[in-house]
């Protein structure tokens, strides 16, 4: 079936480096993307968003590449700091569906 | 802008008993909520999706006699765990989608249960 998946369960980065969380979707029918980060005992927070027809969107310090072409999608977290450590997820819409289907999630671990 | 809560932030209760937990998008309008079930080191599982005035769609697996859920309010939606057993011990999480949007959710912060 469909899935979204993650490539590295987990992601060691020192502080003020550059982070890249990478995610494999496998249904082209997905329209809609979101990036999530939890942190322990919370509920996740929602990070940056992109639709299909763009393949780059930019906040601050965060940024969203995707590729259609072989369906993958990539966080970048600029100057990670150590606040940053939690654990991320993608997540994507299809056309036409009601709710997200979320991926395995990524922890980040930022080293001072 | 775009805040839910949830009521409990954490419950413990005998087994058998039944236990309701409040999501409420507190500045937006939510013509869909969600609730979804996180087990320690896993993802997000949805259980289902409730539209305002209308009944919730569940998930396969999810039994919808145990699990029951109310959205009575572009605000408010609730999930009663009737006569709960250990087994239903785990961590509750909604979200909801604003009315107008890009079709994002925002989560509220999570209920923990606990079914001794």
């Known amino acids: 079936g469909e899935s979204v998946g993650l490539h590295l369960p987990t992601l060691s980065v020192q502080e003020g480096d550059n982070s890249i969380i990478n995610c494999a979707y496998s249904n082209s029918a997905s329209d809609y993307f979101i990036w999530y980060k939890q942190e322990s005992g919370k509920g996740p927070q929602f990070i940056i968003d992109?639709?299909?027809?763009?393949d780059k969107r930019q906040g601050q310090r965060v940024t969203v590449l995707l590729n259609k072409t072989v369906k993958h999608l990539s966080l970048q977290i600029a100057a990670t700091q150590p606040g940053d450590s939690a654990v991320y997820f993608c997540?994507?819409?299809?056309?036409?569906?009601?709710?997200?289907?979320f991926g395995t999630g990524t922890r980040l671990t930022v080293i001072p | 802008g775009a805040v839910v809560s949830q009521h409990p932030s954490w419950v413990i209760c005998k087994s058998g008993t039944s236990v309701k937990i409040e999501c409420r998008s507190l500045d937006f309008q939510a013509t869909t909520m969600f609730w979804y079930r996180q087990f320690p080191k896993q993802s997000l599982m949805l259980m289902a999706t409730s539209n305002e005035g209308s009944k919730a769609t569940y998930e396969q697996g999810v039994e919808k006699d145990k699990f029951l859920i109310n959205h009575a309010s572009l605000t408010l939606s609730t999930l009663t765990v009737t006569s709960a057993h250990p087994e239903d011990s785990s961590f509750y999480i909604c979200?909801?989608?604003?009315?107008?949007?890009?079709?994002?959710?925002?989560f509220g912060p999570g209920t923990r249960l606990t079914v001794l």
């Open positions: 997540a994507e819409k299809q056309t036409g569906a009601n709710n997200l289907f």
């Open positions: 979200s909801a989608r604003p009315g107008t949007g890009r079709g994002e959710q925002f």
């Open positions: 992109i639709r299909s027809n763009m």
